[in-house]
């Protein structure tokens, strides 16, 4: 936790990038990088019937944090993957309650 959920890219680009996607998420947090999980999401946008490669979305789910650690955050996001190409790029922040939020792990 968070999870960052990348939309549209390939799964190549988001293998790629997911080392830099992740330090984007856990340096202005200030939380290891391994806490940070990056799903691809095998989507595809349209826009007028034809297919948007380069539109990218990302989603990302986590406790909710100050505007300022979003805006951070999104700003480090944007200007990576638009670095790589994409344009435009979207944000989309899910700020869970963590008291739903539950975690199970091997000991």
Known sequence: ???VVIKNLTREDTA????AIARAVSEPIGVPMDWI???HADTAFF???RPDP????VWI?????TRQLQ???A???GDLLMGEGFSPVEIVYVNLDMDDFYEYKAE
Not at 54 to 57: I, L, P, Q, T, V
Not at 61 to 65: E, I, L, N, Q, V
Request: hydrophobic residues 45%; without cysteine.
């Open 37 to 39: 999980v990056v799903e």
């Open 1 to 3: 936790m968070p999870q």
């Open 16 to 19: 790629r990038l997911a080392p």
């Open 71 to 73: 805006e951070t955050v």
């Open 54 to 57: 380069k539109f990218a979305m």
């Open 47 to 49: 826009r007028n019937g």
């Open 61 to 65: 789910y986590w406790k909710k944090r």
């Open 75 to 77: 700003k480090a996001l």
